[in-house]
C-alpha cells in the first residue's frame, strides 16, 4: 500500500487542496515542521502547527520565526485536555507505545489540549484543512470531533491511520462510518494516508 501510494504521487495526494489566503490549515502533529513548510511554498495561507515534544516544537517555531502566517503551539489537540507522557522516538514518538528499557529519561511530558476547547477558545468557526499525523492519537481526535459535530467546520481532513493502538481496524472503520455522514473519501491507501473532503 505505500508503494501504491507514492506511485500514485503522493506528494500531489497530500498538497492539492482549494486553500485561499484566508484559509486556516491545521497541522496536528507538526514533527519538524515539513508539511506546514511545503503546503505553505504552494499555497500561502495561516497554518497552525501543533506538536507537543518539546525539542520538536522548539525547532518549528525556529523555523518559522520570521513567517507571521505560520503559528507553531507547544501542545497536541485531543479529545480531552491533560498532560501525557510520549515515548520520544522521533518520527515515530507516541504516547502509546510502551518505553523501552532506558528510554523513559529520554521521553517527554506533554499538554493535549480538547480539541473543541482550542477551536472555541480561538474563535474558529471553519478549517480549510486538518492534517493530523500523530501516532495513534488520531482516534480520540476524529472520535472528538465527530461526537461534538465539529468535523462539520472542516474541509479536508488528511489523517493516517496508525495500526499499533488497539482495535485499530475496528476503530478506523467506525470513524469512517462516521465521518461519511458529512464528507465523502477522496483517496485512501489503508494505513498509509487518506483524505475526507466534506459534502457540498
Not at 60 to 70: C, S, T
Not at 161 to 189: G, I, N, W
Request: net charge negative; glycine share 8%; hydrophobic share 35%.
Amino acid at each position: 500500500m505505500v508503494r501504491k501510494w507514492y506511485d500514485d504521487g503522493a506528494d500531489r495526494l497530500r498538497y492539492s487542496f482549494p486553500l485561499e489566503q484566508d484559509s486556516i490549515v491545521l497541522d496536528v502533529g507538526g514533527f519538524k515542521g515539513q508539511y506546514a513548510s511545503d503546503l505553505f511554498a504552494r499555497h500561502p495561507c495561516r497554518i497552525h502547527v501543533f506538536e507537543p515534544v518539546a525539542k520538536m516544537y522548539a525547532g518549528i517555531e525556529e523555523r518559522f520565526r520570521q513567517n507571521d502566517w505560520i503559528s507553531p503551539h507547544p501542545i497536541g489537540l485531543g479529545g480531552t485536555t491533560r498532560q501525557v507522557y510520549i515515548v520520544d522516538r522521533g518520527d515515530g514518538s507516541s504516547l502509546f507505545k510502551d518505553a523501552r528499557p532506558g528510554e523513559v529519561s529520554g521521553g517527554n511530558h506533554a499538554d493535549i489540549v480538547d480539541v473543541k476547547e482550542w477551536l472555541d477558545g480561538e474563535g474558529i468557526t471553519d478549517v480549510a484543512l486538518m492534517k493530523i499525523n500523530i501516532e495513534g492519537a488520531e482516534y480520540e481526535l476524529i472520535e472528538r470531533l465527530c461526537e461534538t459535530g465539529l468535523q462539520t467546520r472542516i474541509g479536508h481532513i488528511l489523517v493516517q491511520f496508525h495500526d499499533f493502538v488497539s482495535d485499530a481496524d475496528q476503530r478506523m472503520q467506525s470513524l469512517q462510518s462516521k465521518l461519511r455522514k458529512s464528507h465523502e473519501p477522496t483517496f485512501q491507501y489503508r494505513f498509509v494516508w487518506e483524505c475526507w473532503s466534506r459534502r457540498k
